[in-house]
């Protein structure tokens, strides 16, 4: 079993910043990509940003050029760093590992961001 735990949401104000940190511990075998997801109200969760083994990246269109995806793989940390925020921008952000063979999906319980003047 992996247990993610995840620190950093907050209420911040329009344009500005926040770091999302996730950190996994447990029975680790092999992490192959770990992300950030969220849920705002009344929508669907959907993918903000992942990083794979070998450091393939992918972010959602919406937030390209403002969030940064970066994983220290010694400590088994992923981090979110987010800029320029905007009030759609306001969700539960989940961390998401994929590890292990077979690979097993692990969720973070989640932390609140909310993007409010």
């Known amino acids: 079993q992996v247990q993610l735990v995840e620190s950093g949401g907050g209420l911040v104000q329009p344009g500005g910043s926040l770091r999302l940190s996730c950190a996994a511990s447990?029975?680790?075998?092999?992490?192959?990509?770990m992300g950030w997801y969220r849920q705002g109200p009344g929508k669907q969760r959907e993918l903000v940003a992942r990083?794979?083994?070998?450091?393939?990246?992918t972010y959602a269109d919406s937030v390209k050029g403002r969030f940064t995806i970066s994983r220290d793989n010694a400590k088994n940390t992923v981090y979110l760093q987010m800029n320029s925020l905007k009030p759609e921008d306001t969700a539960v952000y989940l961390c998401?590992?994929?590890?292990?063979?077979?690979?097993?999906?692990?969720w973070g319980q989640g932390t609140q961001v909310t993007v409010s003047s």
């Open positions: 447990g029975s680790i075998l092999r992490i192959y990509a």
């Open positions: 998401n590992v994929l590890e292990g063979l077979p690979i097993k999906n692990y």
């Open positions: 990083i794979q083994n070998g450091g393939s990246i």
